[in-house]
Each structure stands twice: as structure tokens, then as C-alpha cells.
């Protein structure tokens, strides 16, 4: 295990350096950021002086160098728009993107789980061909599209949930989230709704198509020649294997949540970090884009050694070290 854990950080670090000169390699191609930061009657030289005040002027490498220097300890730049540490800047948006990968990860277990294992056991009920027919039309559905469809029905033609904002949050062991609040969790519906249907229909298709595998397997076969309740086949036995690969895409699609959270937010005006990135780049404020897409590339490395981990603890015969026997 402890080698394991060795080689995966170091195939971390690798990954997220890869991920730093991605994001910083972008930088100049985002445009000016002095046009947000002083106004037209700025002289051409005091926006030069400027610049190299900002260090806009040094090479590549040596940006890049300085950059590199400070990531380590924690520095990722500071904010021009906020003035502010980038890395605080977000973190202060993060309960809120947190609360909508949450309210829609809640939903997608309790949904998937069960709708894919009923597929599976009744291939050929009327109810399984209706929700495998959902499912293909709700991967076919954008995001954006489902948050705005969502939007119109219940929040403007029949006005059961409100259609932007966070609502009121409470503080408890830490986390200001929604979550705690009535008002809160009416505001977090819609919004984790939308998020969910990205990942829903993948994961009750996956569900049904690991357990229709499990379940013609052979050991599942010799328990049904054996006598045992099918009830104790199918949800003891079956449905343990079956979750093994769905924890490792599962563990994946969680930092894909947090990257599609940008569309979500944006329609419903979620104070999250999806909304503050588009914000930044609307403002190009390059040191907090850089550091954004570095922390979402973080959520990604960080989840998936995770899920490996635990990978290996719920299934002991998988080899962590890659050694083999």
C-alpha cells in the first residue's frame, strides 16, 4: 500500500505540472488584463510601466519560473479584480459549488442505483423500457437546456422553487452551506437537478450494464442451482460486484460535476466557482483563471487516487501495486 501511495503522488505531481503549464501556457491568449485594471486615459506609458510592474513583460520561462516558485508554497497569484489571494478567492466560492455537487450526487445514487438494478433483473418490463428510453433522451439533453426547461416549468409557471440565487445558508462545524436551511435546500432543488441529469442516465445505464453482466456470471448461476432466495442473489451478491467499477466512474464523473457546475450556475446566478470563473474571464483576470483550472485539476487527481484506495479495500484481490503475484 505505501508504495502504491508513493507512485500515485508522484504521478500527481507529474499530472498537476502538466496542468500548471496548461493553464498558465494560455494566459496571453485570454487578452489584455491592464483593460480592466486602469481606464482609457491611461498613457500608453504608464500602462508600459505597468506592465512591468506586473511582471506582463518577462519571457515565458522566466513568468512561468516565478510562477512555479510560488505555486509550491501556495501561491497562485493574486486576484486582479479582487485583490486578493486567487486561492482564497475560491475557496470562499467553494461550499457553494460543493453543496451542488453534492445535492446532485445524492440524487444520482438514489436514482441510478435502484432504476438500474430493476432494469437489469426485468429487461423486458414495460417500466424498464421507459426509463432506459429517458435515459437516452436525457443524455441527449444539454445542461443548460434542461436548467432553463426546469427554470420555466417550476419556478416561473407554477413558482414552487426559486429560480436564481443560493439562498440563506447556516454555519455549522464549518461549512456555511444551504443545506441547513429551509429556504436554502429550496433554492438548491432546481440547480442540483440540472446537474444531476448530466450523470443520471449514464449511471443507471451502467448500473443495469454491470448487472446484467454480474448476474450471468457463473457463481450467480450455481447460487440459483443451489435453491437461495433470489432476493439475497440479487442484492447481496450481485449488486456487491456490481458496484465495484460503478464507485471507479463514479469517483471520475466527480470532478466532472465540478466542471459542468459552470453552465448550472451560470443560469441560475449560483454564487459558485463555475460563476466566478466566467466572471474572471470575462475581466481576464488571469491569475484567478490559472488557479481555477489548477484547483478544478486538483479535485480530478485527488478523487481519483481516492477511488483507488478504495478500489483495492472493497476488493482485496485487486493488485495495488501493479506486481501481480
Known amino acids: 500500500m505505501f508504495s502504491f501511495l508513493v507512485k500515485r503522488v508522484y504521478q500527481a505531481l507529474i499530472v498537476m505540472f502538466v496542468i500548471s503549464l496548461v493553464a498558465f501556457s494560455i494566459q496571453d491568449n485570454l487578452g489584455d488584463p491592464l483593460r480592466e485594471l486602469v481606464g482609457q486615459s491611461v498613457s ?8 512591468d510592474e506586473l511582471g506582463l513583460n518577462d519571457p515565458f520561462i522566466t513568468k512561468y519560473a516565478r510562477f512555479l516558485s510560488n505555486a509550491v508554497q501556495g501561491d497562485l497569484g493574486t486576484s486582479y479584480t479582487f485583490k486578493r489571494p486567487a486561492v482564497d478567492v475560491i475557496l470562499d466560492k467553494l461550499p457553494a ?43 441527449s439533453i444539454p445542461v443548460f437546456l434542461t436548467a432553463i426547461m426546469l427554470m420555466y416549468v417550476f419556478s416561473i409557471e407554477l413558482g414552487w422553487f426559486p ?8 454555519d455549522i462545524l464549518g461549512w456555511d452551506s444551504g443545506f441547513f436551511t429551509v429556504d436554502g435546500l429550496m433554492h438548491l432543488v432546481l440547480p442540483s437537478i440540472a446537474l444531476a441529469s448530466i450523470m443520471l442516465p449514464l449511471f443507471i445505464r451502467l448500473v443495469r450494464s454491470e448487472m446484467l453482466e454480474v448476474l450471468g456470471s457463473e457463481y450467480i448461476k450455481f447460487g440459483k442451482a443451489k435453491g437461495l432466495e433470489l432476493n439475497k442473489i440479487y442484492y447481496q451478491h450481485a449488486l ?27 443560469v441560475f446566478q449560483w454564487p459558485g466557482m463555475g460563476f466566478l470563473f466566467l466572471d474572471a474571464i470575462n475581466r481576464v483576470d488571469t491569475p484567478l483563471i490559472t488557479a481555477y483550472v489548477i484547483f478544478v485539476g ?21 493488485d495495488l501495486t501493479g506486481k501481480g503475484a
Open 44 to 51: 500608453e506609458a504608464e500602462r508600459q510601466a505597468l506592465r
Open 97 to 139: 459549488t460543493l453543496e451542488l455537487v453534492v445535492g446532485a450526487s445524492i440524487i444520482i445514487v438514489t436514482l441510478s442505483i435502484p432504476l438500474g438494478v430493476y432494469a437489469a433483473i426485468h429487461p423486458k418490463n414495460w417500466f424498464t423500457k421507459f426509463v432506459m428510453a429517458m435515459s437516452s433522451v436525457g443524455i
Open 163 to 170: 429560480s436564481y440565487g443560493r439562498g440563506q445558508t447556516s
Open 240 to 266: 456487491k460486484n456490481t458496484m465495484l467499477p460503478v464507485l471507479t466512474v463514479g469517483g471520475v464523473q466527480i470532478g466532472t460535476m465540478v466542471a459542468y457546475t459552470i453552465l448550472t450556475e451560470t
Open 298 to 318: 486538483l479535485i480530478f487527481v485527488v478523487t481519483n487516487t481516492i477511488v483507488d484506495i478504495l478500489y483495492g479495500v472493497i476488493n482485496p484481490t485487486v
